[in-house]
């Protein structure tokens, strides 16, 4: 390489910068997605074994 290519100043485009604004955001929807399917989940969970519990108690 000659000193020209080392010295050349690198830019983003706006493509580029919307490219990895949009990759962010995608995986941060599939991280909080994930968590509120496991909470979810665990709710559903909690809410059978507190209904057969009850229905233990109630006879």
């Known amino acids: 390489m000659d000193e020209k290519e080392q010295q050349?100043?690198?830019?983003?485009?706006?493509?580029d910068?919307?490219?990895?604004?949009?990759?962010?955001?995608?995986?941060?929807?599939l991280n909080?997605?994930?968590?509120?399917?496991?909470?979810?989940?665990k709710a559903a969970i909690l809410?059978?074994?507190a209904m057969a519990y009850y229905a233990l108690k109630k006879g």
């Open 8 to 15: 050349q100043e690198r830019t983003l485009t706006d493509a």
């Open 17 to 29: 910068v919307d490219a990895v604004i949009d990759r962010m955001f995608q995986r941060l929807r």
């Open 32 to 41: 909080v997605g994930t968590g509120v399917l496991a909470l979810a989940w």
């Open 47 to 49: 809410m059978i074994v």
